[in-house]
């Protein structure tokens, strides 16, 4: 199930943007508060006061700066009433006034007269864009609801993936008794970051919980400590967990890369056969471990790879030399 959400200005106001340093003041416009923000990029045109209109785009931030505010002061007051009145019929879904610049009465006015939120800022117009791209982008990222667990192992997030039943909890349980941290189990919301970015985080309902067939519900972080747990993780690797099929060939050097799609984004993929007798949690802390090694251009299979393609391109030289060795060792012999 996947999901592309808006984000309301009230929304906006609510998801704490002063956390990251955006203090955010609703100054007019209080009746448009469900207007929609579709787009993380605003715009920042001063072509729109001068009567170019179509260059404002719906569902995009429309920002105010100092030059904004100066050009609007120099304007005669109808004129000024005039632009503020055709720049705010183009459905953008807020106005945001950044450095803390005094706003004039009459953009306060024609805001309240549209339904159009006015917000103020102190922050400078080019920190204030870049901090509410990047809350938006947040807010506005597509998302998914995969069935599978999600851990933190040695900072590298990894998925365990496969049907229900096959162990996926319990091979997770016996990572976080080794230290290693749960991100969510069972249910696993994801949503795509920028361009190469795929973050897994659990659903508030069942933050922290884990189901294992035999003990039900347990709490991890009442179990093991707030450490054994985080709110979200990038997942880097995916773990598929599948059940030992004896008439099926296993990649035996881990030569070939497989990938699985998410979002778009192509992540790592490792298939584990599980059968009795293998330490799961092992093999896929290992699996974590081998992948690390990966990213820094560190391939055990393909290092082996390269050294027997080179022992045989060396090799007829060496069996006759090796040859040759033997017969005088036999010729030695009385």
Known sequence: MTTVPAVTVKGLLGARPEAIGLPVELLAGSAGLDRRITSPYIQKTGLALAGFHEYLQPGRVLIFGESEIRFLESLPPVARQFALAKAFEQNVPCLLVT????????????ANRAGLPLLGTTVPTAAAIGKITALLEDRLAVREIIHGVLLDILGLGVLLAGESGIGKSECALDLVCRGHRLVADD????????????????????????????????????????????????????????????????????????????LGLKIPLVRMPVAPGRNLATLVEVAARNQLLRARGINAARRLAARLDASLVSAPGSLDDDHDDDEGDVGDVP
Not at 99 to 110: H, K, L, N, R, Y
Not at 213 to 222: A, K, S, V
Not at 238 to 262: A, K, N, S
């Open 187 to 262: 249910t696993v919301e994801i949503r795509r970051r920028a361009e190469s970015i795929v973050i897994g985080s659990c659903p508030d309902l069942t933050r922290h919980h884990m189901e294992v067939r035999g003990l039900g519900l347990i709490n991890i972080r009442d179990l093991f400590g707030v450490a054994s747990t985080r709110t979200s993780k990038r997942i880097e690797l995916v773990v598929q967990l599948e059940r030992w099929d004896d008439t099926r060939e296993y990649d035996r050097l881990g030569l070939d890369e497989e990938h699985l799609d998410l």
């Open 99 to 110: 450095s803390g610049a005094a706003v004039p009465e009459d953009v306060v006015t024609e």
